[in-house]
């Protein structure tokens, strides 16, 4: 800042123009009495949450092989020593729990391109990964591109020259050459594009081991929507359905791999000179066999271009138990009350537009507890907030119903509290089959305004088989009673979940 303000001070015009002495610029400028401009970043709970994101990812493409002869006075031939191009930077998705939503992503992903082989041997530089941070729980769909599988976790220390980035290397180590024998032996792509299907196989083996597997049931976005374009609709029927999930702090996945660099003539030219060789491939015996015509050979020296994808990254939260219930109903209230979060509160319905989250200590045990926003009759097409942020239920293991008893009282519009209930879990249901299925229990809030007792006393009547707990989340009375409810639910002491048949309507 400083450094700022002096440079300003030597421009002319910021020596005209300036009238305050330099003491009040730096020191009072914070407490101008002229309005602040209001920050373009909205608080968090103020932007809506951004669960749903299409992702263009393109692996970086192999930097081109050099061809380059060492010439001596003895050698007016000269030896080849052009060294292979580096291989292309992996576009790379990572876990990370500081992640919020997709609302910092960009839409377009790019990692970089290998360097170009140079003479003396010198391998191209590898391209750097693009790395991108997604939240916990974010789930993968394919619409076009390859599989995406775990990236490995080497050292550098074990890398060789020709994985590491930033490398420039004399001497060309004995697995650099492997693999550059290897890049062009993909016979099946007709694309000439490096299959990564082996290394799919392997990863989706040990991706299966380390992460969720989630339910095969997707529900279009676009469904519901009157929006979307037909090509939209089409991508949407072709998506491959959850081809992997990221649910654990630091686990990666690659979702574009970069492309192999072109070949250095130093490798062209040790093969044989009799046997041919075609763009296809090399000879299986790894004979590597070479009678290439120039531009055979000057094909061989390109790049290989990186992979391409697009996905589609949804976001499913996890946590242990969701609050569900009709806006109003006091939700985020019960949240801040029974934990440290600080959710938005109104007195108007929808003011949360994104699931929160908040932890639930004991002291022995901890419970992520998540505030879904309010869920309306008729969500699931697309009334109030819509039913798209359901899929966040989809993951807890438990559900807590919170009712407003007072919703119906003294000529007030709502709906009592059991047919809040049956709309619930008709949009739970409505959303996927046997998601209200699991265990639950009721929160009966607003116990605090005249008249809720009797209504209390009432839905005790009409429920059956599910414990209800009255509580006043705002002035925190019956929390205590709520958090033993929440543990024994979660120990499995409370197992039932609420049906449709259990519910006396009138
Ligand atoms: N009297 C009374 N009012 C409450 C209680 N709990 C919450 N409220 C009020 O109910 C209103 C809605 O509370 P919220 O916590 O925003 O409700 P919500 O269910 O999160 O609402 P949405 O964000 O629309 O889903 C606020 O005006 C709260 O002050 C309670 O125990 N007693």
């Not at 050292?155 to 697995?175: F, I, K, Y």
Request: charged share 25%; proline share 5%; hydrophobic share 35%.
């Amino acid at each position: 800042m400083l450094a700022l303000y002096a440079k300003s001070l030597r421009h002319p015009k910021a020596v005209r123009q300036s009238s305050q002495p330099p003491w009040h610029f730096l020191f009072f400028s914070s407490y101008s009495d002229s309005p602040s401009k209001k920050s373009k970043l909205a608080p968090l709970q103020e932007r809506r949450m951004i669960d749903r994101f299409k992702l263009y990812a393109k692996g970086g493409d192999g930097g081109n092989g050099c061809s380059s002869f060492r010439r001596s006075r003895h050698d007016r031939r000269g030896i080849p020593d052009g060294g292979n191009g580096g291989r292309g930077g992996d576009v790379i998705l990572e876990c990370s729990p500081t992640i919020w939503d997709f609302s910092g992503l960009q839409h377009h992903c790019n990692a970089n391109r290998g360097g170009h082989g140079a003479s003396k041997n010198k391998i191209g530089t590898r391209g750097d990964d693009k790395v991108v941070r997604v939240p916990v729980g974010t789930v993968i769909h394919l619409i076009r591109g390859e599989i995406p599988y775990v990236a490995e976790k080497i050292s550098s220390a074990d890398l060789d020259p020709w994985e590491t980035p930033g490398t420039l290397v004399d001497n060309v180590s004995r697995s650099g050459q492997e693999r550059a024998l290897k890049v062009p032996n993909m016979e099946e792509n007709t694309h000439g594009l490096p299959s990564h299907n082996e290394r799919n196989l392997e990863a989706l083996t040990s991706m299966e081991q380390t992460t969720h597997v989630a339910s095969p049931v997707i529900h279009s976005q676009f469904s519901s929507s009157e929006s979307c374009t037909e090509e939209e609709i089409r991508e949407e029927q072709e998506m491959q359905c959850n081809v992997a999930e990221l649910t654990e702090q630091g686990q990666r996945v690659v979702v574009a791999c970069g492309g192999e660099g072109g070949l250095g003539n130093v490798f062209t030219a040790k093969c044989p000179r009799k046997t041919k060789i075609t763009k296809s491939g090399f000879q299986r015996d790894n004979t590597l066999a070479f009678e290439a015509p120039d531009d055979e050979q000057s094909s061989l020296s390109a790049g290989f271009p990186g992979s391409e994808a697009i996905l589609v990254l949804e976001l499913k939260s996890i946590a242990d138990v969701s609050l569900v219930g009709m806006p109003n109903a006091g939700k985020s209230t019960l949240l801040g009350a029974i934990s440290r979060a600080k959710p938005s509160v109104g007195h108007y319905a929808f003011t949360t537009l994104r699931p929160n989250l908040g932890n639930l200590k004991y002291d022995d045990f901890k419970i992520t507890v998540a505030d879904i926003p309010g869920l309306i009759k008729g969500a699931h097409e697309n009334r109030g907030l819509g039913h798209a942020f359901l899929r966040h239920i989809e993951r807890t293991k438990v559900l807590a119903f919170v009712v407003d008893l007072a919703a119906a009282l003294d000529g007030r519009k709502g709906i009592p509290p059991w047919e809040q209930l049956r709309d619930l879990v008709l949009e739970l249901e409505y959303h996927q089959e046997g998601l209200s299925d699991r265990p639950c229990l009721i929160v009966a809030n607003k116990i605090d305004e005249e008249g809720a007792d009797g209504v209390y006393e009432e839905l005790k009547t009409r429920v059956q088989d599910v414990p209800i707990f009255p509580v006043c989340a705002v002035l925190e009375e019956g929390i205590p009673e709520l958090k033993d409810g929440f543990r024994r639910l979660m120990d499995g002491k409370m197992s039932n979940g609420l049906k449709i048949d259990n519910i006396m309507l009138d």
